[in-house]
């Protein structure tokens, strides 16, 4: 079946400009989770949703950046009036249920350039 | 909440050599410990776990060792190949199905 996709695959825009990144989760898999990754660096954790439990948004860096997702789909996540350090792949992940041990699967990632 | 350094950052081995990488996490509550290859350019992808009720895992040329006592877990790559070059970040579990990732280990196996 298909993976996790997300959208647009890059996305150039200017400071100050409000983005808006998509992610599709795999049919089924109620756990839905958003990470920066800086050119280099590791996973930095920004926002994890679980099934209708309100979202984790410890890691959310300011509050400029929010996401939303519908139901057990698709989730957005919005970064407003971006700066040059949102520049990052910004990458989704998906697993199939609230339990410990599952495995997160991994999107391509959208690649956000901050002129 | 947790916390989990990752060591070394880069690493060169010549091919045939194993690698090992190690991880120490902080909270003793942990209890899943996955680790995920990231290809250039491509999305991370789960190679092997660990949970904390095991010692040790192996998968062919890949085997994950968790010491709980010292908070700490390593992945060995045996004979490693040239495919095997990649960037390899180890995660702690910290509630849920939450993870913290290390900052990550370049691998370089050259031929």
């Known amino acids: 079946g298909a993976g996790v996709s997300q959208s647009p695959s890059n996305k150039v825009t200017e400071k100050g400009k409000d983005v808006e990144l998509r992610c599709d989760p795999i049919?089924?898999?109620?756990?839905l989770y958003w990470y920066r990754q800086r050119l280099g660096q590791g996973l930095e954790f920004l926002i994890y949703f679980q099934g209708n439990s309100a979202p984790d948004k410890s890691g959310l860096p300011s509050d400029r950046f929010s996401a939303e997702r519908t139901g057990e789909s698709v989730s957005t996540l919005t970064i407003q009036r971006t700066q040059q350090e949102d520049s990052a792949v910004y990458l989704c992940?998906?697993?199939?249920?609230?339990?410990?041990?599952?495995?997160?699967?991994f999107g391509p990632g959208t690649r956000l350039t901050v002129l | 909440g947790e916390n989990v350094e990752q060591h070394p950052s880069t690493l060169s081995v010549q091919e045939g050599d194993s690698a090992v990488i190690k991880c120490t996490y902080s909270d003793s509550a942990s209890n899943y410990f996955p680790w995920y290859k990231q290809e250039l350019g491509k999305r991370p992808q789960l190679i092997i776990d660990?949970?904390?009720?095991?010692g040790e895992k192996k998968d062919q040329r890949i085997a994950v060792t968790l010491n709980k006592t010292a908070k700490h877990f390593s992945l060995h790559i045996t004979e490693t190949q040239p495919e095997d070059s990649a960037v390899y970040f180890c995660a702690a579990k910290e509630y849920g199905n939450k993870l913290v990732f290390g900052a990550g280990t370049i691998l370089r196996v050259k031929s």
């Open positions: 992940a998906s697993s199939s249920s609230g339990s410990s041990y599952n495995e997160q699967f």
């Open positions: 049919s089924g898999h109620t756990a």
């Open positions: 660990i949970r904390s009720n095991v």
